[in-house]
C-alpha cells in the first residue's frame, strides 16, 4: 500500500513544479507586454520615433595620379523632440568584394530636434594602396564601387540604433597621357627670332574621354629651353586615342649654338618636355604630369623659307 502511495506523490510534485514554470513565465511575459504598452504609450504621447538615413549625393572634389578624395552626403531626420547624438559613423569601400578602404569616425556631431542634418563623410582612396594590395586593378581603367556606411544614434526609448547605408557607382584610376612631339614647323625663320609651331600627339590610355583644356609646360631643344608653351584651344582626347594639337612658340636659333647647324640641316634634334595638363572628364577636373625625356624631332619649313611644306610624319622616335 505505501508503494502505491509513493507515484501519487511524485506526480504531485512534478505537476507543482510544472504549473509553478508556467505561472512564473507567464508573469514574465506579462511584464514584457507591459513594459513594451507602456513604451508605446510614451512614444505616442512625446512623439519619439526612429530616425531615418538616406546618401543623397556622392562628390568627388579632387582626383590626381595619388588619390581621390571622396565626399559622400548623408541625410539624416530626427523626428524627436530632443537632439540626438551621432555616436559612430562606420564606412567601407569594396570593390567586386575587394576591400579598398575602411574607417571610423567618432563623435560625429548631433542632429537637432525635429531637424535633419546632412552629415558629409570625407574618404580618400590612396591609389598605390590599391594597385600593391590588388594587381588586377590597373591605371587607366575604370571600376565599380559600393560604400557601405553604418550610421550609429542614441534615441530617447529606443537607446542605440544601427541605420546601414549603401550605394554604389564607379570610379576611375587615372593614367598619365603620353605626349610626344612630332616636329617644329617654321613659320617665320631668323638668327634673332623664330616664329614656329610645335606639333604634339597626346595619346589617352585611359578607359575615359578627356576634355583637354590647358597646357603648362616647358620644352626643351639640344638642352636649350625654348620657353613655357600654353594651350591656345581645347581639344577633346577619346578613351584610349590619340589627338594632335598644334602650339604656336617664338624662340632664337642663335641661342642653340652647335646643335643650329643640325636643325638646318634637317638632323634629329634632341628635346625633353615637363608640365602638366588640365582635363575635364566624367568624374572631375584632373591635373596630370606629362613628361618626355630623351625624344627626338625634326624642324620643318615653309617652302617660302626654302623648306618642304608636307603633312609626312616626321617623328623619329
Given at each position: 500500500?505505501?508503494?502505491?502511495?509513493?507515484?501519487?506523490?511524485?506526480?504531485?510534485?512534478?505537476?507543482?513544479?510544472?504549473?509553478?514554470?508556467?505561472?512564473?513565465?507567464?508573469?514574465?511575459?506579462?511584464?514584457?507586454?507591459?513594459?513594451?504598452?507602456?513604451?508605446?504609450?510614451?512614444?505616442?504621447?512625446?512623439?519619439?520615433?526612429?530616425?531615418?538615413?538616406?546618401?543623397?549625393?556622392?562628390?568627388?572634389?579632387?582626383?590626381?595620379?595619388?588619390?581621390?578624395?571622396?565626399?559622400?552626403?548623408?541625410?539624416?531626420?530626427?523626428?524627436?523632440?530632443?537632439?540626438?547624438?551621432?555616436?559612430?559613423?562606420?564606412?567601407?569601400?569594396?570593390?567586386?568584394?575587394?576591400?579598398?578602404?575602411?574607417?571610423?569616425?567618432?563623435?560625429?556631431?548631433?542632429?537637432?530636434?525635429?531637424?535633419?542634418?546632412?552629415?558629409?563623410?570625407?574618404?580618400?582612396?590612396?591609389?598605390?594602396?590599391?594597385?600593391?594590395?590588388?594587381?588586377?586593378?590597373?591605371?587607366?581603367?575604370?571600376?565599380?564601387?559600393?560604400?557601405?556606411?553604418?550610421?550609429?544614434?542614441?534615441?530617447?526609448?529606443?537607446?542605440?540604433?544601427?541605420?546601414?547605408?549603401?550605394?554604389?557607382?564607379?570610379?576611375?584610376?587615372?593614367?598619365?597621357?603620353?605626349?610626344?612631339?612630332?616636329?617644329?614647323?617654321?613659320?617665320?625663320?631668323?638668327?634673332?627670332?623664330?616664329?614656329?609651331?610645335?606639333?604634339?600627339?597626346?595619346?589617352?590610355?585611359?578607359?575615359?574621354?578627356?576634355?583637354?583644356?590647358?597646357?603648362?609646360?616647358?620644352?626643351?631643344?639640344?638642352?636649350?629651353?625654348?620657353?613655357?608653351?600654353?594651350?591656345?584651344?581645347?581639344?577633346?582626347?577619346?578613351?584610349?586615342?590619340?589627338?594632335?594639337?598644334?602650339?604656336?612658340?617664338?624662340?632664337?636659333?642663335?641661342?642653340?649654338?652647335s646643335a643650329l647647324w643640325d636643325m638646318i640641316r634637317g638632323k634629329g634634334t634632341g628635346y625633353s618636355m615637363k608640365g602638366h595638363i588640365n582635363v575635364d572628364t566624367p568624374f572631375g577636373a584632373m591635373k596630370l604630369p606629362i613628361s618626355k625625356?630623351?625624344?627626338?624631332?625634326?624642324?620643318?619649313?615653309?617652302?617660302?623659307?626654302?623648306?618642304?611644306?608636307?603633312?609626312?610624319?616626321?617623328?623619329?622616335?
Amino acid at each position: 500500500m505505501a508503494s502505491s502511495g509513493k507515484p501519487e506523490i511524485v506526480e504531485r510534485d512534478v505537476k507543482a513544479k510544472v504549473d509553478d514554470k508556467e505561472d512564473k513565465g507567464g508573469f514574465i511575459e506579462k511584464v514584457k507586454d507591459f513594459i513594451h504598452d507602456i513604451g508605446e504609450k510614451i512614444e505616442e504621447a512625446i512623439g519619439f520615433g526612429k530616425p531615418t538615413a538616406d546618401v543623397t549625393e556622392i562628390h568627388i572634389p579632387s582626383i590626381n595620379l595619388e588619390k581621390a578624395d571622396i565626399v559622400v552626403d548623408v541625410l539624416i531626420k530626427n523626428p524627436n523632440p530632443v537632439p540626438i547624438p551621432l555616436v559612430d559613423i562606420n564606412y567601407l569601400i569594396e570593390s567586386d568584394g575587394r576591400k579598398l578602404v575602411s574607417g571610423l569616425i567618432p563623435d560625429a556631431g548631433t542632429i537637432h530636434a525635429h531637424g535633419e542634418e546632412t552629415v558629409k563623410i570625407p574618404i580618400s582612396l590612396i591609389y598605390d594602396d590599391i594597385k600593391s594590395t590588388y594587381d588586377e586593378i590597373k591605371p587607366g581603367s575604370i571600376i565599380p564601387y559600393r560604400i557601405k556606411v553604418d550610421l550609429i544614434v542614441d534615441v530617447p526609448v529606443f537607446g542605440r540604433l544601427t541605420l546601414p547605408l549603401e550605394k554604389t557607382g564607379e570610379i576611375p584610376i587615372p593614367y598619365k597621357p603620353d605626349i610626344d612631339l612630332e616636329k617644329i614647323h617654321f613659320e617665320r625663320f631668323s638668327w634673332d627670332e623664330t616664329v614656329a609651331v610645335l606639333h604634339l600627339k597626346l595619346e589617352n590610355k585611359n578607359d575615359f574621354d578627356m576634355g583637354l583644356n590647358a597646357l603648362d609646360y616647358e620644352i626643351w631643344l639640344s638642352e636649350v629651353s625654348i620657353g613655357a608653351v600654353e594651350l591656345q584651344k581645347s581639344t577633346k582626347i577619346d578613351k584610349n586615342g590619340i589627338s594632335c594639337i598644334e602650339i604656336p612658340i617664338s624662340f632664337r636659333p642663335k641661342d642653340f649654338g652647335s646643335a643650329l647647324w643640325d636643325m638646318i640641316r634637317g638632323k634629329g634634334t634632341g628635346y625633353s618636355m615637363k608640365g602638366h595638363i588640365n582635363v575635364d572628364t566624367p568624374f572631375g577636373a584632373m591635373k596630370l604630369p606629362i613628361s618626355k625625356e630623351g625624344g627626338t624631332t625634326r624642324l620643318k619649313k615653309n617652302k617660302e623659307d626654302g623648306g618642304e611644306d608636307d603633312d609626312d610624319d616626321d617623328n623619329e622616335d
